[in-house]
């Protein structure tokens, strides 16, 4: 239960230090950080506009996505202190069902007959194929290390105590933000700024959304963003008590949020030929971490 508070808690500032980075970096004031949450009530405020060809699939699409992201926080352990629902393997069940949210918002897109929501579909799917074996690579080899199965095991397991494994953790660091970047449509595999349907990912397949389902689609990034902050906070804190914890969780979580505003301030988006090989490179990564974990373990013949 702490975990989905402190989640939700940061989610609310998260972007919107996102944005203020940026705008410094831009010599900029920027608005301030909790702006998009209040442009997110704004639009539950406004009712929702549907398509006369699309059919109940994109009104039901954007619950189902907002549901599958509550879900997956669920799941996300802080420290010690298990989700709400732990079990073994779970984090096959949070990948697997934040695909089934993704599954939902795809053929939404699909739904509406619009060649421009067909066609960012279509790499939205592909972009996810290419980070999911990141991820699993990266969790099994954990899993392998500690002998754990469960998000909470893992987590509590995990021990730093040399150099080597260090930048076992630094690497690992690296993947989920990069996953981050990727599942949010980021920098420099998406660019939100922009409205150039060639170029456009996310933001091409919710042209048609508006008002509440847009205002959902729109929290459940920020809650994905807090998400994927809290498994790369989960590997630092272990078995630290709350009052040291806490701090360090929205210490580490507002750094997250500044360092995607750098990245996205001073690196230049790749062209969409070239986000495919960045993205499968994530998964030689995880190879690396894989490779140091037997090394550590000395599995190697």
């Known amino acids: 239960m702490l975990s989905l508070l402190l989640i939700v808690m940061t989610s609310l500032f998260f972007t919107g230090i996102i944005i203020k980075t940026k705008s410094v970096c831009s010599g900029r004031k920027g608005p301030g950080i909790f702006q998009p949450i209040?442009?997110?009530?704004?639009?539950?405020?406004?009712?929702?506009?549907?398509?006369?060809?699309?059919?109940?699939?994109?009104?039901?699409?954007?619950?189902?996505?907002?549901?599958?992201?509550?879900?997956?926080?669920l799941v996300i352990p802080f420290g010690n202190s298990s989700g709400i629902i732990t079990f073994h393997g779970d984090f096959v069940f949070f990948a697997y069902v934040l695909a089934l949210g993704k599954f939902f918002n795809i053929i939404s897109a699909l739904d509406?007959?619009?060649?421009?929501?067909?066609?960012?579909?279509?790499?939205?799917?592909?972009?996810?194929?290419?980070?999911?074996?990141?991820?699993?690579?990266?969790?099994?080899?954990?899993?392998?290390?500690?002998g754990q199965t469960s998000f909470v095991e893992i987590f509590s397991a995990i021990n730093f105590g040399s150099y080597?494994?260090?930048?076992?953790?630094?690497?690992?660091?690296?993947?989920?933000?990069?996953?981050?970047?990727?599942?949010?449509s980021r920098m420099p595999i998406d660019d939100p700024k922009t409205h150039l349907e060639l170029t456009m990912v996310h933001e091409v397949m919710i042209l048609d959304n508006s008002g509440f389902d847009l205002g959902l689609i729109l929290s459940a990034s920020y809650l994905k963003f807090a998400m994927y902050g809290a498994i790369i906070v989960n590997f630092f804190i272990g078995g630290l008590p709350f009052y040291s914890a806490i701090p360090i969780f929205f210490g580490i979580q507002a750094l997250f949020a500044m360092t995607v505003g750098v990245l996205e301030s001073f690196m230049a988006r790749f062209r969409m030929s070239h986000n495919s090989q960045f993205i499968f490179t994530l998964s030689s990564v995880s190879l690396l971490i894989f490779f140091g974990v037997l090394l550590m373990l000395k599995r190697f013949i």
């Open 38 to 73: 209040k442009d997110v009530i704004r639009l539950f405020r406004k009712g929702s506009v549907f398509s006369e060809t699309a059919t109940f699939i994109f009104q039901v699409a954007p619950s189902i996505y907002f549901a599958s992201v509550i879900m997956a926080i």
């Open 112 to 146: 509406t007959g619009s060649s421009f929501e067909g066609m960012g579909a279509s790499r939205e799917a592909l972009f996810s194929m290419f980070a999911e074996p990141a991820f699993f690579i990266l969790m099994g080899s954990f899993a392998l290390l500690t």
């Open 164 to 184: 080597f494994s260090y930048m076992l953790g630094a690497l690992a660091t690296y993947v989920f933000i990069m996953i981050a970047m990727i599942e949010n």
